[in-house]
């Protein structure tokens, strides 16, 4: 040690000599840094608190490639909803001009706020807690509300893949069990079966998932009990899904590989199969034809918003935490693009499938409404209710075409005008059938089903179908629970594996409400309102923490050091004030259509056969509006309890610790002139950026006094500001 250090001066002299960091980065000679320990806290609660942190930094699981990371990204944002939520919109919406709106949303909200989520989280190398916790103390809260979404979701999505995986064991077998209505004895009369009448009123594929699948109550006031055949596929589904994460990214990680590539192989199937079946190019010209006066309907640009925010995963920690585990120098910006439009081209590539398939199955259901039409009015002709002078001569009954049954359909309408009606005959028009908007479970579990049985090897490519659903929720589950475990393990250094087995176990038990008679409408609760309106409260609270709290300058400056290149000035805007602008907006318009329209579920009445639109009871409302509260009631009351001091927030505690060549720093109770004592003698220093940085940030253009020639981020790499103390002037 130099002789002239005040640490050498204390030893040989009974002067009172206050230490500064500064002397600390004065030392040339060698310092054990694993064993040394610096530490000038308040308390000996903060002695180890900084090393355990640079420890854990640098023990901190990584993904073994940038390819690897990807998938986990492009499996967590790539899910149902692309597959039956974006067509559905998509045909709602106005064909190929809801691409419009959706693109320019994509570009304005998606891209910049998942980029955002990406940088925050390789910067920090913590979940969502930490990371809104280093951000901005009094929003930390943000952390703990993406963590109970995450569960809230969890819950009702696996229930999904346990339907998947029910339908999937059941593909194998010839015909399918939903290809034809089941027959039941009749008692009066021997010998005789009949239709299962539900089943006549309905359709088979119907019928097999109301009934045979779910067992569905009639109302969710209902319970019916448990339903033992979707309790087991649960009990599958959380199986899977906790193996594929007990061990974080080492066994999620390898698990994304086939779960996040998988899809497409099955998608690109399904479209070239789809593109060879009959009446596939008149869906796929349905869907894409557009519809120009939709793209001035605020709706439309309201769930393009929504499909964009969703898509994406933003709010639910899962692509914080998925970044968390990246170098530093990652380039998160490209990723951010890349990821983005993976996602859109996924959803375009599912949407030509759907509607290729949909095609199919609606040539097949107008020729079936052409025949049954065709029947009545030879039953008129028979008993000479029409007259055959009205049948042109060259329509011949044994091959009807649809375009002769048209023909023949108007001559009677408008000879017949007066008691037309009383005929009961149909249209029969393929247009019908095409903007007959199926969405979610009715897309997937019915419409895309009952296509599937008119398929050649129809059990294959059922097989194929439901391995595809399994392998998208698998995916998006992946993420989900990262949003969870992640964020905890970093803040309350639990046991890895035992909290991530007893995380899907609660979940398991708590499931059980969704594998009741009446669970589909409870699934129906969750999804439409347990998550919307939490998430973009999250999300515009996370914008403005970084854009307005944090600052958009010093977020572009840190950016620029960790990327080794400037992002793009179209970012700065974005954070600032297009985005919050625009969620903004979106947040009051859920507000307004959560106010205007009663919540309420399609409920499926056995005696009718049909579906009926109920609100739900004052009870289920209670469970609704429970659900918004706890979800975003973490943020007001971590808020409220920093605000007063009631919670600490770690920025009164100083601890220096050498570790591995660089030293860190941690704040724990220290009153400012203590503060202004132990490290600086005499003039307070600035306080410290709550993003852990490798260089100190003083403004864009500045440089730090500590920098030194050779070494342009410091020997150390501390982070203190020391300008305008006596000690600094090394």
Not at 203 to 229: C, H, M, P, Q, V
Not at 358 to 387: P, Q, R, T
Not at 527 to 546: K, Q, R
């Amino acid at each position: 040690m130099p002789k002239n250090s005040k640490v050498t001066q204390r030893e040989h002299s009974n002067e009172h000599v206050t230490e500064s960091v500064a002397d600390l980065l004065a030392l040339e000679e060698p310092v054990d840094y694993k064993q040394s320990v610096l530490n000038v806290a308040g308390e000996a609660g903060g002695k180890q608190k900084a090393a355990e942190e640079e420890l854990d930094a640098e023990d901190r699981p990584a993904w073994n490639s940038k390819l690897q990371y990807i998938l986990a990204q492009i499996g967590f944002s790539v899910g149902l909803g692309n597959i039956w939520r974006f067509p559905y919109l998509c045909q709602k919406n106005g064909g190929g001009a809801y691409l419009v709106p959706y693109l320019v949303l994509l570009i304005i909200i998606g891209i910049p706020l998942f980029f955002l989520e990406l940088a925050v989280g390789q910067r920090i190398r913590r979940g969502s807690i930490g990371v809104w916790h280093y951000v901005c103390p009094r929003l930390g809260g943000i952390g703990f509300s993406s963590c109970i979404v995450c569960l809230f979701v969890g819950l009702y999505y696996n229930v999904i893949i346990g339907w998947s995986i029910f339908y999937f064991f059941k593909s194998f077998q010839y015909p399918l069990p939903w290809s034809e209505c089941p027959v039941s004895r009749n008692g009066t009369v021997a010998g005789k079966y009949v239709v299962e009448a539900e089943c006549e009123k309905s359709s088979a594929t119907t019928y097999f998932w109301y009934r045979e699948a779910l067992d569905i109550s009639n109302s969710i006031s209902e319970s019916g009990g448990l339903n033992w055949k979707m309790t087991l596929c649960l009990l599958v589904a959380w199986s899977i899904v906790g193996m594929a994460v007990v061990k974080g990214i080492q066994s999620s990680g390898k698990v994304m590989y086939f779960s996040s590539l998988f899809p497409y192989v099955v998608l690109a199937c399904f479209l070239v199969r789809g593109l060879l079946l009959r009446g596939a190019i008149d869906g796929i010209l349905h869907m894409f034809t557009p519809k120009l006066d939709k793209m001035l309907d605020p709706q439309v640009w309201r769930e393009a918003a929504t499909q964009v925010f969703f898509a994406l995963g933003l709010g639910f920690g899962g692509v914080i935490a998925f970044s968390s585990y990246n170098k530093q120098d990652n380039n998160c910006h490209f990723d951010a693009a890349l990821v983005s439009f993976i996602n859109f081209f996924t959803s375009v590539l599912a949407t030509l499938v759907v509607f290729a398939v949909l095609g199919f199955k609606a040539n097949i259901m107008n020729e079936k409404c052409v025949v049954e039409n065709a029947e009545k009015i030879l039953g008129y002709l028979n008993n000479d209710v029409l007259s055959r002078a009205l049948i042109p001569p060259h329509v011949n009954f044994s091959h009807l075409t649809t375009k002769d049954y048209a023909e023949m359909y108007k001559v009677i309408k408008t000879v017949k005008e007066d008691h037309f009606s009383a005929l009961g005959l149909d249209p029969c028009l393929l247009e019908d059938e095409l903007d007959k908007s199926v969405q979610g479970t009715g897309l997937a579990f019915i419409a895309f089903t009952e296509a599937m049985t008119h398929f050649p090897a129809s059990p294959f490519w059922s097989v194929m179908f439901f391995l595809m659903l399994i392998n998208l929720g698998l995916g998006s589950m992946i993420g989900t629970m990262a949003g969870i475990t992640t964020p905890i393990i970093d803040t309350f250094k639990v046991p890895k594996e035992m909290f991530t087995v007893g995380c899907c176990v609660f979940a398991f038990f708590v499931g059980l409400l969704f594998v009741q008679r009446s669970g589909n409408y409870f699934v129906t609760m969750f999804d439409d309102y347990s998550a919307t309106l939490p998430l973009t409260v999250i999300v515009i609270l996370e914008n403005v923490a970084v854009a307005w709290i944090y600052g958009t300058k010093k977020f572009m400056q840190e950016l620029t050091e960790m990327l080794g290149f400037q992002p793009y000035r179209f970012y700065f805007y974005m954070w600032k004030f297009v985005s919050p602008l625009c969620m903004a907006v979106l947040t009051t318009a859920s507000i307004i259509q959560l106010g205007v329209t009663p919540p309420g579920y399609s409920a499926w009445i056995r005696e009718e056969a049909a579906e009926r639109y109920l609100y739900f009871p004052n009870w289920a409302m209670a469970i609704l509006i429970t659900l918004i509260v706890v979800a975003v009631l973490p943020i007001p009351v971590v808020f409220v309890l920093r605000h007063f001091h009631l919670l600490s927030d770690g920025s009164n505690t100083l601890s220096v610790s050498y570790k591995k060549g660089r030293m860190m720093k941690d704040i724990s109770n220290l009153e400012e002139n203590d503060e202004t004592r132990f490290i600086l003698s005499k003039v307070p220093s600035e306080a410290p950026s709550p993003m852990p940085t490798h260089r100190s940030y003083l403004g864009p253009g500045s440089t730090s006094p500590l920098e030194t020639s050779g070494n342009p981020n410091g020997r150390y790499g501390s982070g203190y500001l020391l300008a305008g103390t006596p000690e600094s002037e090394l």
